[in-house]
């Protein structure tokens, strides 16, 4: 059976004041049946870790470079993210594709050097509007699938975000149908590539404007098994009740 998993990816919000948000879904989870893992700013990381040391709350980070260490000012290896208190790492989101120029193989790279130090990797995948439009999204898809994971994985400690671009802080949702209709095509990829024992243990989340009003009927859909959340993560009042809805999915 895959847990299900509800991630909260903070981008770059958040100053020590907001780890009480951390810390309040922290303490109204305690029993959660789902994993809840909580990506603030790499700056907090070290500190949000005093709330997650027990508890339902796991850390993660929201890059890594994809060398392990060297010359390379200003990038944040996978090794030092582990010492601040991250396990997890989102990788391949549509924001870094789009402002640092990062394509697939860049993914793969970080995916690998993530892996190998010990973390979980979350690899987000997604289509642009006109792509949607143009009925390519099956194809955009399966391109990014075949470049951004690595030969090399275990299943149980890779995650996929399925994020269409044109949904991310818009409002805007695809369709139940759609949304299944990407999520098992991703599920029946992987075990074409990977074989079934893998693939189906492998979680797969939705990420684009999940709110509380609308996370039930996402978390009701095969092959959805969690979410990759972003501006209702921000606070634990708007994040809890779309873990709570998760649980009881």
């Avoid at 981008?11 to 004041?17: E, F, H, L, R, V």
């Avoid at 470049?147 to 994985?153: E, L, N, V």
């Avoid at 409002?171 to 999520?183: D, L, N, R, W, Y």
């Avoid at 009042?237 to 779309?242: E, K, N, V």
Wanted: net charge negative; aromatic share 4%; charged share 25%.
């Amino acid at each position: 059976m895959r847990r299900k998993l509800a991630a909260g990816n903070w981008k770059m919000n958040g100053t020590s004041a907001d780890l009480a948000q951390i810390e309040a879904i922290a303490q109204a989870h305690t029993g959660a049946l789902s994993e809840i893992v909580m990506a603030p700013p790499t700056t907090l990381l070290h500190r949000a870790s005093e709330f997650t040391k027990t508890g339902p709350v796991t850390l993660g980070a929201q890059d890594c470079d994809k060398h392990e260490n060297g010359a390379h000012t200003g990038d944040i290896s996978a090794e030092m993210l582990i010492d601040a208190g991250a396990s997890y790492v989102i990788l391949g989101h549509s924001e870094r594709r789009a402002d640092h120029a990062e394509h697939d193989e860049d993914v793969s790279a970080k995916a690998q050097i993530a892996l190998k130090a010990g973390m979980r990797v979350i690899i987000c995948l997604g289509e642009e509007l006109e792509e949607r439009e143009a009925e390519n999204t099956l194809d955009v898809i399966a391109g990014q699938l075949a470049r951004s994971i690595p030969a090399d994985i275990s299943g149980d400690r890779l995650v996929i975000a399925y994020e269409p671009i044109w949904a991310i802080g818009t409002g805007k949702v695809p369709s139940i149908e759609q949304i299944a209709e990407v999520h098992d095509f991703i599920r029946a990829r992987l075990e074409e590539r990977f074989g079934s024992r893998i693939a189906r243990s492998v979680r797969l989340l939705y990420g684009g404007s999940v709110k509380p009003n609308n996370a039930a009927a996402i978390f009701a859909v095969d092959n959805v098994d969690g979410a990759l959340v972003g501006g209702a993560s921000l606070i634990a009042d708007d994040f809890s009740p779309i873990i709570n809805a998760l649980d009881a999915s």
